[in-house]
């Protein structure tokens, strides 16, 4: 099915920053074309906006939108209701265990963004918990969610987990009698990505967030915005939805300390990655930002490329190659020639649970894994070949 774009039209005016009169008069302009509403609830899922999408007809124009497609919003609002709250409450019990065990850990992305930045767990839509431990606890913890129902998503000999923890950034565990998905992580991305952020120092530096009743120690806004960038940049931004927290917390925290996070993203190399983020949220989603940095995020002229590259590929029907399109347009991201190099020669030598469980090798034999990685890829690549 193509999307027209009436039905992307509806979508980005309910996600705008705040609807001012303005919007308000386009969302009712909007909601008198003929829409088709199964493809557009169809789009507020894949971009996880669909709270966004009900909360907005709702408070505006509830009167314009057909009577079933209002209950089925509402089902699906609901919907999303009765599992974050779900969600928040293991995240909590979780948090606690941990706690108990003498384990530092710091929730981010989930619940508890929601609600720091929205302030209602109610008004996102999310599909798993991430928790940010210290390298040295993960077994521990690995061993502790075994304890509580959860599985991790692959089987790796204690080689091979070796070998998994310095070449990945989380792992990930599912709880199959809860439904729930769970990402443990020591890194914020993979170290082939060359974002070196010193994750020791988000331990000194955290703010308290409310959330079911307790306050639990979060990022405080700078890294958060931060992070919140390199993660959107590293799937090319393409959700709606990860535009839209970067509003979201543009509005809600007025007190970013701008100087901070320039000089932090600048000693990381990570300037075009901050100002994608924030040229998108403001050309895209209206998000308001200070004068200066509004000049600042358009001195560059490859952000605005890679910004019309994601609005281009951001409604596309067929999904995109996660392959040589992905890594090109993340080359592009660094700004620093010295860290495009550096990406091109690790992102070879990356390990991946398929390179590491292709062959099964005894520890004094681990380091042929990075032998064997160009066999697999080989042999993967020419099946597609051959296969058309």
Same mark, same amino acid.
């Given at each position: 099915?193509?999307?027209?774009?009436?039905?992307?039209?509806?979508?980005?005016?309910?996600?705008?920053?705040?609807?001012?009169?303005?919007?308000?008069?386009?969302?009712?302009?909007?909601?008198?074309?003929?829409?088709?509403?199964?493809?557009?609830?169809?789009?507020?899922?894949?971009?996880?906006?669909?709270?966004?999408?009900?909360?907005?007809?709702?408070?505006?124009?509830?009167?314009?939108?057909?009577?079933?497609?209002?209950?089925?919003?509402?089902?699906?609002?609901?919907?999303?209701?009765?599992?974050?709250?779900?969600?928040?409450?293991?995240?909590?019990?979780?948090?606690?265990?941990?706690?108990?065990?003498?384990?530092?850990?710091?929730?981010?992305?989930?619940?508890?963004?929601?609600?720091?930045?929205?302030?209602?767990?109610?008004?996102?839509?999310?599909?798993?918990?991430?928790?940010?431990?210290?390298?040295?606890?993960?077994?521990?913890?690995?061993?502790?969610?075994?304890?509580?129902?959860?599985?991790?998503?692959?089987?790796?000999?204690?080689?091979?987990?070796?070998?998994?923890?310095?070449?990945?950034?989380?792992?990930?565990?599912?709880?199959?009698?809860?439904?729930?998905?769970?990402?443990?992580?020591?890194?914020?991305?993979?170290?082939?990505?060359?974002?070196?952020?010193?994750?020791?120092?988000?331990?000194?530096?955290?703010?308290?967030?409310?959330?079911?009743?307790?306050?639990?120690?979060?990022?405080?806004?700078?890294?958060?915005?931060?992070?919140?960038?390199?993660?959107?940049?590293?799937?090319?931004?393409?959700?709606?939805?990860?535009?839209?927290?970067? @509003? %979201?917390? +543009?509005?809600?925290?007025?007190?970013?300390?701008?100087? =901070?996070?320039?000089? $932090? #993203?600048?000693? /990381? &190399?990570?300037?075009?990655?901050?100002?994608?983020?924030?040229?998108?949220?403001?050309?895209?989603?209206?998000?308001?930002?200070?004068?200066?940095?509004?000049?600042?995020?358009?001195?560059?002229?490859? @952000? %605005?490329? +890679?910004?019309?590259?994601?609005?281009?590929?951001?409604? =596309?029907?067929?999904? $995109? #190659?996660?392959? /040589? &399109?992905?890594?090109?347009?993340?080359?592009?991201?660094?700004?620093?020639?010295?860290?495009?190099?550096?990406?091109?020669?690790?992102?070879?030598?990356?390990?991946?649970?398929?390179?590491?469980?292709? @062959?099964?090798?005894?520890?004094?034999?681990?380091?042929?894994?990075?032998?064997?990685?160009?066999? $697999?890829?080989?042999?993967?690549?020419?099946?597609?070949?051959?296969?058309?």
């Amino acid at each position: 099915m193509t999307t027209r774009q009436s039905e992307i039209n509806l979508l980005l005016t309910c996600a705008q920053s705040h609807l001012h009169t303005e919007h308000e008069d386009a969302l009712r302009r909007r909601l008198s074309d003929d829409l088709d509403w199964p493809e557009v609830l169809r789009l507020a899922r894949q971009h996880a906006v669909l709270p966004l999408l009900y909360h907005q007809l709702r408070t505006v124009a509830p009167q314009a939108v057909p009577h079933a497609v209002q209950n089925e919003l509402r089902r699906r609002f609901r919907a999303n209701l009765r599992r974050n709250l779900s969600m928040t409450a293991e995240l909590l019990k979780i948090l606690r265990m941990l706690e108990a065990n003498g384990i530092a850990a710091i929730p981010y992305k989930g619940p508890v963004l929601a609600a720091a930045i929205y302030g209602d767990v109610a008004l996102r839509q999310f599909g798993d918990l991430d928790i940010l431990v210290k390298r040295q606890d993960v077994l521990k913890v690995k061993n502790l969610l075994l304890s509580q129902g959860y599985q991790p998503e692959f089987d790796l000999t204690p080689t091979q987990e070796s070998a998994y923890l310095r070449s990945s950034c989380e792992y990930n565990f599912k709880n199959k009698t809860k439904g729930i998905h769970l990402e443990i992580h020591w890194r914020i991305v993979r170290p082939y990505f060359m974002f070196s952020l010193d994750t020791t120092r988000l331990w000194d530096h955290l703010e308290p967030v409310q959330l079911g009743g307790y306050h639990i120690q979060s990022l405080r806004p700078e890294e958060l915005l931060l992070i919140l960038c390199v993660h959107g940049s590293k799937h090319q931004w393409e959700r709606i939805g990860w535009i839209r927290d970067v @509003v %979201q917390l +543009l509005h809600c925290r007025r007190d970013i300390r701008w100087d =901070q996070l320039i000089e $932090r #993203s600048t000693r /990381l &190399g990570a300037i075009r990655i901050l100002r994608l983020g924030l040229f998108l949220a403001h050309d895209l989603l209206g998000a308001t930002l200070p004068l200066a940095i509004s000049k600042w995020v358009r001195v560059d002229r490859t @952000v %605005q490329k +890679l910004a019309a590259q994601v609005c281009e590929q951001l409604f =596309q029907a067929m999904p $995109r #190659s996660p392959d /040589l &399109g992905h890594h090109a347009f993340s080359l592009k991201m660094r700004e620093r020639w010295w860290d495009r190099i550096a990406y091109s020669c690790r992102l070879p030598g990356a390990l991946t649970v398929e390179d590491l469980t292709f @062959v099964p090798l005894p520890s004094y034999l681990s380091g042929l894994y990075y032998c064997l990685r160009p066999v $697999r890829l080989l042999g993967k690549y020419a099946e597609r070949l051959l296969q058309g």
